[in-house]
């Protein structure tokens, strides 16, 4: 009974038929604002001459829900699944949707064919949102799913235009901090490992570490800056390269934990001692910064409240379809350990 008819309109011949984009008929479907009267006459006339059943819309109106929200993983290097912010972020959410009666489905959207059949999945009315996990710039996945009238919510941003609905930690200021941590301390050759920079998140926590120097009076110069991918492997070249490059070097904020504890192998091969000769910062305060020699100074990312925040925005939108997109950034916190 609930899959669609052989032949059955599509809401792209619905779109096609009233003249306007799929946007719109998606708009019309959830009620939304922001629709002339004349676009919607013309798209209602287009689902009624068709016999067009809009899934979401259809369960919506009947009251059923699906009961069930995707959490979305849309990395598509597999290594990434390994590292510690996938867990937690998996137990943040989780333990967020407990109480709620809402089961969390994990998916993986590596692909553009991944992509498509998760779309579909989601117009289907198996889910009754998604949260999305690790999106980076240029993702169309968000926008497909928003037109599809499905509520979603991202863990960060895709870029500094983002207008989807977000929960995100305070980047910027989080590295900014942990710098001036590091100049208080006497450093002054102070270097950075990124994350990988076609993501916002990376290229805001470089922001941080460029704001702090230049306030400073230092000026970041790139050949102070070393990319990673996030991985342990990946931030132990980046050190590496940064020790040839600048042997002076008397200190390094690292783009995440995984990273910083890469890092500091790196300096223990080339025989630097930490901190006495180079100060290292992390950035989420993952288990891992208390399990490494020395124990890791590190931003604190707030990942139960981000959880608990995604959520509730998501929930919200569930229940009743929000006027506005939201806009969430959570503050971080300097933990100050050994090795800085």
């Given at each position: 009974?609930?899959?669609r008819r052989p032949g059955a309109p599509t809401l792209e011949e619905v779109a096609a038929h009233a003249g306007v984009g799929r946007g719109t008929?998606?708009?019309?479907?959830?009620?939304?604002?922001?629709?002339?009267?004349?676009?919607?006459?013309?798209v209602q006339q287009a689902i009624q001459e068709l016999g067009y059943v809009p899934n979401l819309a259809a369960r919506s109106l009947a009251g059923q829900r699906a009961d069930a929200v995707a959490l979305v993983l849309t990395e598509p290097?597999?290594?990434?699944?390994?590292?510690?912010?996938f867990s937690e972020i998996v137990r943040s959410l989780g333990d967020a949707l407990a109480d709620t009666g809402m089961q969390l489905l994990l998916t993986l959207v590596r692909s553009d064919a991944e992509r498509q059949r998760f779309?579909?999945?989601?117009?289907?009315?198996?889910?009754?949102g998604a949260l999305l996990v690790s999106v980076h710039d240029g993702d169309l996945l968000p926008d497909m799913l928003v037109e599809a009238g499905l509520p979603t919510v991202l863990l960060g941003r895709r870029s500094g235009d983002e207008y989807v609905s977000y929960v995100d930690a305070d980047n910027v200021g989080g590295a900014r901090s942990a710098v001036s941590h590091l100049l208080k301390r006497g450093r002054r050759?102070?270097?950075?490992?990124t994350g990988p920079l076609d993501m916002h998140v990376a290229q805001c926590r470089l922001r941080g570490y460029q704001e702090a120097l230049a306030m400073a009076g230092l000026r970041g110069e790139p050949s102070w800056v070393a990319e990673s991918d996030f991985t342990e492997?990946?931030?132990?070249?980046?050190?590496?390269?940064?020790?040839?490059?600048?042997?002076?070097?008397?200190?390094?904020?690292a783009a995440s934990d995984t990273t910083a504890a890469g890092a500091l192998q790196a300096l223990h091969a080339a025989g630097r001692r930490v901190p006495e000769d180079v100060a290292v910062i992390g950035f989420?305060?993952?288990?891992?910064a208390q399990q490494t020699k020395p124990r890791l100074t590190t931003v604190r990312q707030p990942l139960e409240e981000i959880g608990r925040a995604m959520v509730r925005l998501l929930l919200e939108e569930v229940e009743e379809p929000a006027v506005a997109w939201h806009h969430v950034i959570l503050r971080t916190e300097l933990v100050v350990r050994e090795s800085a």
């Open positions: 009974m609930g899959r008929v998606s708009r019309v479907i959830n009620n939304a604002a922001g629709v002339k009267e004349s676009t919607r006459r013309a290097d597999w290594r990434q699944f390994a590292e510690p912010f779309l579909e999945f989601a117009r289907g009315g198996r889910v009754d050759a102070i270097a950075t490992v492997e990946s931030g132990r070249r980046a050190m590496a390269e940064l020790i040839e490059r600048h042997p002076e070097i008397d200190g390094v904020i989420d305060d993952f288990p891992l």
